[in-house]
């Protein structure tokens, strides 16, 4: 990304920090105060034109609450074309804070991978490490289905884990504080999930594979798979994406003899394979609370 970009004469482009079907997200500095943003700019592939970014705006930008990326600004500027040497992108953009640690995917492929380089040393994620992190998407989760939105695709790539010290009023070196990003696919009373997107294979919920509507209780069978990884190290139904999906049609997701039994309960209920026998997003923050009890 060359550094001379500079969006809606105010955001000084830096580095890519992700990108996905509908976006990319760079790190961008904000000439007006002075702070580090994040910076997503839409594709200009959606048949219907701006819808992604008007969801974004319409659902996540209206969203306030500590464990949710905040956004900022957004805006509308051509220079944008320019992202990734030339590639055909929207003008349109929206500027988020930019979360001082790494999503929950980066961190899981880092411990397991470099441990010694890690950014929070030592092993896995510890049983109070995950209960701390999901008890804080379980609060977002509740705050957006309280507003009818479904998230509708809950993974480790859209948790970030912010390790600033002051992180959640947390002490210094601890777990710091979980946020829910991308709600580039979420659902609500006004936007339907995007024909060409449905979640990510590896955490649909099995009313998802089967072809079902995503719910609330799809948010929360998602977040059940997300603290099952983090525990074990491992996805719960690993293999391909169509693999995937099968095997979350044969039966539930299997919970090693190493996880401690009160965390397999409260797994067990996430992931119940009937919608209806999931815990709400409210129930869900209680359970992972009495966890660390």
């Given at each position: 990304?060359?550094?001379?970009?500079?969006?809606?004469?105010?955001?000084?482009?830096?580095?890519?920090?992700?990108?996905?079907?509908?976006?990319?997200?760079?790190?961008?500095?904000?000439?007006?105060?002075g702070n580090r943003v994040a910076v997503k700019i839409f594709r200009s592939t959606d048949s219907t034109g701006n819808a992604p970014f008007r969801r974004e705006l319409e659902v996540h930008?209206?969203?306030?609450?500590?464990?949710?990326?905040k956004v900022l600004d957004s805006g509308t500027d051509a220079t944008a074309n320019t992202v990734a040497g030339g590639s055909q992108v929207s003008p349109n953009f929206v500027v988020m804070e930019l979360?001082?640690?790494k999503d929950l995917r980066g961190f899981l492929r880092e411990?397991?991978?470099?441990?010694?380089q890690a950014t929070y040393?030592?092993?896995?994620?510890?049983?109070?490490?995950?209960?701390?992190?999901?008890?804080?998407?379980?609060?977002?989760?509740?705050?957006?289905?309280?507003?009818g939105i479904v998230h509708n695709d809950v993974k480790p790539g859209n948790i970030l884990l912010d390790f600033a010290s002051d992180a959640g009023g947390r002490e210094p070196g601890g777990?710091?504080?979980?946020?829910?990003?991308?709600?580039?696919?979420?659902?609500?009373?006004?936007?339907?999930?995007?024909?060409?997107?449905?979640?990510t294979p590896?955490?649909?919920?099995?009313?998802?594979?089967?072809?079902?509507?995503?719910?609330?209780?799809?948010?929360?069978?998602?977040?059940g798979l997300v603290a099952l990884e983090c525990l074990t190290g491992t996805k719960a139904f690993p293999g391909t994406p169509l693999e995937s999906m099968?095997?979350?049609?044969?039966?539930?997701?299997?919970?090693?003899?190493?996880?401690?039994?009160?965390?397999?309960?409260?797994?067990h209920a996430m992931t119940d394979p009937v919608p209806a026998g999931r815990p709400s997003a409210s129930q869900t923050v209680g359970m992972l609370r009495r966890l660390s009890w």
């Open positions: 990304m060359p550094s001379e970009v500079v969006l809606g004469g105010r955001y000084r482009l830096g580095a890519q920090l992700g990108g996905g079907s509908e976006a990319y997200v760079n790190e961008a500095w904000d000439l007006q105060s930008g209206r969203l306030r609450h500590k464990n949710i990326v979360v001082d640690g411990q397991a991978t470099y441990p010694e040393p030592g092993q896995a994620p510890s049983p109070e490490q995950t209960a701390a992190w999901m008890t804080d998407i379980a609060r977002a989760l509740a705050h957006v289905h309280r507003r777990p710091g504080i979980a946020k829910l990003a991308d709600f580039g696919i979420a659902l609500n009373g006004r936007h339907a999930a995007p024909n060409s997107s449905s979640g590896h955490y649909l919920s099995p009313e998802e594979v089967c072809g079902g509507m995503s719910t609330t209780a799809s948010d929360i069978y998602s977040l099968v095997a979350r049609t044969l039966g539930e997701p299997r919970i090693p003899g190493t996880v401690r039994r009160r965390w397999s309960m409260v797994l």
